[in-house]
Each structure stands twice: as structure tokens, then as C-alpha cells.
């Protein structure tokens, strides 16, 4: 699952059914502050992550999910607790921000 953050702040979510990997990718120059900003929905930045909300995810694919898919993230959200890639709450996953060229 990649999360696309445009130079216009748009954010979009690519590859929603791949569930072994996880990032924000921008070609824009945001740091992981002004990312957190833009995402809203409860999105805050950490050093070099941001720190995405399960209920934003679910947000930004309304309508494009189904059963499957539902069976497939709680399993990602599982194995990245199991991993301690989620905070205390256990309510946000950690992701890492990509600038590709």
C-alpha cells in the first residue's frame, strides 16, 4: 500500500490490496511535518515517519474496499503490532516517507 502526497497536497492510495508493504511517497519537498499537515486525519510526524491512523486509511479508501480486503489489512495491522510498528494506542502505523526521482 503506497500513500501519494502530490505537490498539490492531494493525497492518494495506490496498490490498496498489496498488504507486505507500506509508505508515503511526494516528489515534492514536504518534510514529515508539513506531510502530517496535509494528511490530517490524525496523521503526525515522528522523526523520519509519520504516524498514520487505521480509521484515515479506511477513510481514504471508501468504496474501494471489500471482505478480502478487510481480511488482508487487519492481518498487515497484526503482523506491524507484532513488529511494534504501531504506537502505544495501537491505533496508527508507522510509515517510512519516500522522495523517489
Known amino acids: 500500500?503506497?500513500?501519494?502526497?502530490?505537490?498539490?497536497?492531494?493525497?492518494?492510495?495506490?496498490?490498496?490490496?498489496?498488504?507486505?508493504?507500506?509508505?508515503?511517497?511526494?516528489?515534492?519537498?514536504?518534510?514529515?511535518?508539513?506531510?502530517?499537515?496535509?494528511?490530517?486525519?490524525?496523521?503526525?510526524?515522528?522523526?523520519?515517519?509519520?504516524?498514520?491512523?487505521?480509521?484515515a486509511i479506511r477513510h481514504w479508501l471508501s468504496g474501494r474496499t471489500d471482505e478480502a480486503w478487510e481480511e488482508g489489512f487487519s492481518g498487515m495491522f497484526d503482523y506491524a503490532r507484532s513488529k511494534g510498528w504501531t504506537d502505544e494506542t495501537g491505533t496508527h502505523l508507522r510509515a517510512h516517507v519516500e522522495h523517489p526521482d
Open 1 to 55: 500500500m503506497i500513500i501519494r502526497v502530490d505537490a498539490a497536497g492531494d493525497v492518494q492510495v495506490d496498490e490498496h490490496d498489496v498488504f507486505t508493504d507500506f509508505h508515503v511517497e511526494t516528489q515534492a519537498g514536504f518534510t514529515t511535518e508539513d506531510l502530517a499537515a496535509i494528511m490530517g486525519e490524525g496523521t503526525w510526524a515522528g522523526g523520519d515517519h509519520l504516524w498514520i491512523a487505521e480509521a
